[in-house]
């Protein structure tokens, strides 16, 4: 049962200035912009509260990392909420992912150009619809070698771009649900592009599942953006923006 405050599009507002007022903690479902890290976001908000609370020790976490070229919610926890952090990384998360197929970046994103092309004039939307369905429950994901994971204390991104060679150890992930949304034939560089919804569960990475779809199909595959639209019981539709957060009476005193 989570008592903290939350700090989303229905809160009535404002925030009194005592910190103390909230025992329980806040927590904010931020709409995270695109090129903005997660550290980022923990970073501004801790900064408003501060100059809102006037109290420099503040406790601010996330749960639940989201790349810098993705967008959607990401939950800042402030005060006792952080303790609640675990808790909430552990719940279901719900994706809109844009893949674009024929070709492969090394982080499996646009944060690095193409470094491969491959065919994909075969690929139509029953061999991809029946590729999905292949994903679908259990499975081990190897994690790609530009993210945060820990490899002997130090993240993997960290140690690829000095160019060492990584090696990378699967993990087990589930994936609920995928829909797919639409699948135009010929996207904006010529290649075949797909939108789906992916629900699946903590430590998925949707960076991976776009390579794992591209060799399913016989090609190679990347993202071309993502959201994510569900954390647990936070949905995107309640999620609140920072620039709203502060032209808001929600900091007002």
Partial sequence: MINAVIVDRN???????????????????LD????????????K???????HFHCRKIKVGHAGTLDPLATGI???????????VEQLQAHTKEYVAEIEFGATTPGYDLEKPIDNYYPYEH??????????EGFIG???????????????GTRAYELA??????EMKSSLITIEKITLDKFETAGPEGRPRATV????????????????????VGSGAHLTSLRRTLSGDFEINNAISLDLLVSSNIFAL
């Avoid at 809160?11 to 479902?29: K, R, T, V, W």
């Fill in 138 to 152: 259990p499975q081990e994901q190897v994690p790609p070698v530009y993210s945060a994971k820990l490899i002997g």
């Fill in 11 to 29: 809160f009535a507002g404002p925030l009194s200035g005592n910190l103390e007022d909230y025992p329980d903690g806040l927590i904010f479902p």
């Fill in 74 to 84: 990401l939950i800042i926890c402030v005060g006792r909420a952080t303790k609640l």
């Fill in 161 to 166: 771009r000095t160019g060492q060679e990584v």
């Fill in 197 to 216: 919804t992916i629900r699946c569960s903590k430590g998925t990475y949707i960076r991976s599942f776009a390579r794992d779809l591209g060799l399913a």
């Fill in 123 to 132: 690929i139509t939307q029953s061999i991809l619809e029946e590729a999905l």
């Fill in 45 to 51: 908000l801790k900064f408003a509260l501060q100059r």
């Fill in 32 to 43: 995270k912009p695109y090129r903005w890290t997660s550290a980022d976001a923990v970073r």
